[in-house]
Nanobody, 123 residues
Framework: QVQLVESGGGLVQAGGSLRLSCATS????????MGWFRQAPGKEREFVAS????????YYADSVKGRCTISRDNAKNTVYLQMNTLKPDDTAVYFC????????????????WGQGTQVTVSS
């Protein structure tokens, strides 16, 4: 059984920061790439960032590049998303997901998904 649980969301003013966490239940967490997506009301799910299984490679969407950092702690079975200089457009439910390829970018390259954590950025 694979379970992913996001936390760390909340309400923050524009320009502020948040760090999201995704705790997983898997025994083989270190064997899989991980990623973050987000979905705003009325919008499709959007890729944010991904990280390979060792943490040596990362990839970011242009919309968050330079403002977000994805990282992982394989000993804790946890992946993080540090978000800085937040904008109202960052408001969305943020989802953690386990990848099926080395450095996934598309929804079809992820298999297991968490329930999401709400991030709201006020102007």
């Amino acid at each position: 059984q694979v379970q992913l649980v996001e936390s760390g969301g909340g309400l923050v003013q524009a320009g502020g920061s948040l760090r999201l966490s995704c705790a997983t239940s898997g025994r083989d967490f270190s064997l899989y790439a991980m990623g973050w997506f987000r979905q705003a009301p009325g919008k499709e799910r959007e890729f944010v960032a991904s990280i390979n299984r060792s943490g040596s490679s990362t990839y970011y969407a242009d919309s968050v590049k330079g403002r977000c950092t994805i990282s992982r702690d394989n000993a804790k079975n946890t992946v993080y998303l540090q978000m800085n200089t937040l904008k109202p457009d960052d408001t969305a439910v943020y989802f953690c997901a386990r990848g099926t390829t080395s450095l996934p970018r598309g929804r079809h390259e992820f298999y297991y998904w968490g329930q999401g954590t709400q991030v709201t950025v006020s102007s």
